[in-house]
């Protein structure tokens, strides 16, 4: 199967839907140092646009593809919207805005759609991991274990292993690290870890933070003709 974007938001979605946050257990120093610096970063994030280059590898075929694209996330008071172009291997749009998640494939003319429902907070810090979220809802969701610095891009990033506090989520992913910029709060690159062993990297370069962000490249444009899923 696949392990492209959409895959993983909607199987995130699905499964988040089912599951409540549990509480965040006491965590050493140095993760509260983190959270403390990501908290700081997150109450002035504002907006964040950024090239992407998404990675999939397949353990069983032992095969890599890749999509590349553009992406923006933007606060809108306590929530925050996310969209994606995806110009290669074939063009897909991805929105995200007031809980739900839709994804547009022009050649084949469809459009899906999933609602996180009362699980939005949760939702959202999926979608946006490592981009203006604060520590403390971080620390809610994920057990935290720091694994020291690493320069990416002439960018010193704190490299942090995330386990979900989630049965549900380590179903689907064992573990993600990601490598986050703490004083911009955002990633440079994400490592999702599924337990096939199938693996998705995630790297976002040309990151401008808190400038305007055009969101006319985003947008999804249908009509009469357009098939819509809900799965």
Known sequence: MRFAFVKFTAAAALTLAAFSAKPASAQNPDVQKIVQQMDAAAAKFQSATADLRWDNYERVVRE??????IIYFQKKGNATDM??????PAKKVVA?????????????DQLTL?????????YESF?????????????????ITPQ?????????????DLVSKQEGVKNMFTHVIIWIDLARGVSLKQQFFTPSNDQKIS???????????DTKPFEIKTTSKTAVKRP
């Open 203 to 213: 790297f976002y370069t040309n990151i401008k933070v808190n400038g305007r962000v």
């Open 127 to 143: 979608l946006t991991l490592g981009f203006g979220g604060s520590g403390t809802d971080l620390e809610k969701q994920w057990v």
């Open 96 to 108: 995200y805005s007031a809980g739900v998640l839709k994804m547009y494939e022009p050649n084949i």
């Open 148 to 160: 020291g610095t690493e320069t990416i891009d002439g960018v010193q990033t704190a490299k942090l």
């Open 83 to 88: 969209g994606a172009v995806i110009q290669k």
């Open 64 to 69: 890599t593809t890749t999509q590349t694209g």
């Open 114 to 122: 999933l609602s996180a429902g009362k699980n939005q907070s949760q």
